[in-house]
């Protein structure tokens, strides 16, 4: 049975004569609780005024028994006979709740009366703010954390790393996973899909980063992948949440935190890390899956960007051509949504028109052999590294001179504190001359890449000639190839601007292009 304890109160003696009196407050709540089946366990009663509650010997007896638990249900015969302020209301109402107890009166419904409504509003209002104010500690205190040059605490640490001691302001390498986060990376470098690379640790019985089960997902490595603080540059406060997707937490640098060198180790060195980064983006913008007719749209992927804002034109369908009943048109449409950063209106076009109108440009291109030819001859003819490793040569041989010179002084002092500053000039030179060969071993590799465009050079006129004969029969994977061996860009712009869009074709010397016999190309990573 429902335990009920009732309260009854007056201010005054002269509520007796108004039929208001203690007695037929009780009354009435006795009967409204046999209407209930609740069981009365205790009567409670105050002759004072209801604008104070701290002071009500009989409120607070009622409130020490709930407290105990000791009653269920508190009946009052109206609202203002428990108190006439909203404040203490609430407080008195708070701490029945708090104690697993509720309060019922005769005379109204509680939960649909104005103040009933009042107190619910502001016990949530309360909630929000108290949650709110308890965020907002957290994320200062996090904040804090990081400027003073420590890492966030989380519940494991990041995959590859261990947390250096028990503070868990540092990583050191956890030399059980730091080699299966370096492999995937190689594997990434070396041009092998997420999935392919997650099926692979999967095979090999590798326990993912939760350490649940072995089986990988593609966007566990991404993660991976994805992370900077792999390069050792590590930082903190750079994860957000996602202001369109509140669900999605995005990394950003605009207010990320650097923290100090040695914080967490190096795994992967930066421009392997940029390289991979690099990789994701062109993966991203060209998967089929991004496009549900890929073969449908030549351009897709990167190759046609807005002229205003300088972002892809994604591919998507008309939508009016669906609701009149005819086969929806694939169109390009800047990527922008007209935000106010870049207000280009989301302006599209018909793919099939600018389609047309590329491959028409690539056909006059390949058939015209002065375009091609012009092109190798003025690769060939531009050494980047002209003069650069005999100035170099020049440079180093300047510092051996002045070593010589100052090695001959040197032998001619007796007395170590005079040749101290010698010695301080020879080291100085000795750094200056590594740099400088550091310097030439960077040039060296770029007059390799080089020289190594230039036998691509001599494969893309042999390509052409090829090609030039078979254009109708090229497969829709081999045009997109010869966009990338051309270097076709288009810029896309809306319908009052003249021209609408741009085409302009240019051989990369760098990244190696291998073309076969058969007119197929293959793109071979550096």
């Known amino acids: 049975m429902t335990r009920a304890a009732i309260y009854v109160r007056v201010s005054t003696t002269n509520q007796e004569e108004e039929g208001t009196s203690l007695s037929t407050q009780e009354e009435r709540c006795r009967a ?17 005024t209801g604008a104070q509650y701290r002071d009500r010997p009989g409120l607070s007896a009622l409130r020490d028994l709930v407290r105990a638990r000791g009653a269920d249900v508190v009946i009052c015969y109206a609202i203002d006979r428990l108190s006439r302020n909203q404040a ?243 169109i390009y449409m800047c990527s922008g949504g007209g935000s106010h950063a870049n207000p280009c209106g989301s302006h599209a076009i018909l793919a099939a028109t600018l389609d047309a109108a590329v491959w028409e440009r690539v056909a006059q291109v390949l058939m015209e052999p002065g375009f091609i030819g012009r092109e190798v001859e003025r690769l060939k003819a531009t050494d980047p590294t002209s003069g650069q490793l005999e100035k170099l040569d020049r440079q180093v041989a300047d510092v051996q001179r002045r070593q010589s010179n100052l090695m001959r002084e040197l032998s001619m002092f007796d007395d170590p504190a005079l040749g101290a500053d010698i010695r301080k000039q020879i080291n100085d030179l000795s750094q200056r001359r590594r740099e400088l060969e550091d310097e030439r071993s960077a040039i060296q590799s770029e007059r390799a890449l080089w020289e190594q465009a230039q036998a691509n050079l001599d494969n893309l006129t042999l390509w052409r000639d090829t090609v030039a004969t078979n254009l109708d029969d090229l497969s829709y994977e081999e045009r997109r190839l010869a966009l990338d061996a051309l270097g076709i860009e288009v810029k896309v712009y809306r319908k009052d601007h003249d021209p609408r869009y741009e085409i302009t074709a240019t051989i990369p010397v760098i990244g190696p292009i291998v073309f076969d016999t058969c007119c197929s190309i293959y793109r071979s990573v550096m």
């Open 32 to 48: 409204f609780a046999a209407a209930r089946d609740y069981g009365v366990i205790e009567v409670f009663s105050d002759v004072h």
């Open 88 to 330: 203490h209301l609430y407080i008195i109402a708070e701490d029945v709740e708090e104690h697993g107890g509720r309060i019922e009166f005769v005379t109204e419904n509680f939960e649909d009366s104005a103040i009933g409504r009042f107190l619910r509003s502001a016990s949530a209002f309360a909630g929000e703010v108290e949650r709110e104010k308890m965020i907002e500690r957290t994320m200062r205190g996090k904040h804090a954390r990081a400027k003073s040059g420590k890492l966030i605490p989380a519940v494991k640490a990041l995959y590859g790393y261990r947390w250096r001691d028990a503070s868990k302001a540092a990583l050191d390498v956890d030399p059980d996973t730091a080699p299966i986060v370096q492999r995937i990376y190689r594997e990434a470098l070396a041009g092998s899909p997420l999935r392919v690379i997650a099926k692979g640790l999967s095979k090999d019985g590798i326990a993912t980063p939760s350490g649940r089960s072995t089986s990988w997902s593609h966007t566990a490595i991404r993660d991976i992948l994805k992370h900077p603080n792999y390069t050792g540059n590590a930082v903190a406060w750079a994860w957000r949440r996602d202001p369109k997707r509140k669900t999605r937490i995005v990394f950003s640098l605009d207010d990320a935190v650097t923290l100090p060198a040695g914080t967490v180790p190096a795994l992967v060195d930066l421009e392997s890390w940029q390289s991979v980064q690099e990789t994701l983006t062109v993966n991203k913008a060209q998967a089929s899956r991004n496009n549900r007719a890929p073969r449908m749209t030549l351009l897709r992927g990167g190759y046609a960007t807005c002229g205003y804002c300088g972002r892809n034109m994604h591919v998507t369908r008309q939508r009016n051509s669906m609701l009149n009943g005819r086969e929806p048109k694939s």
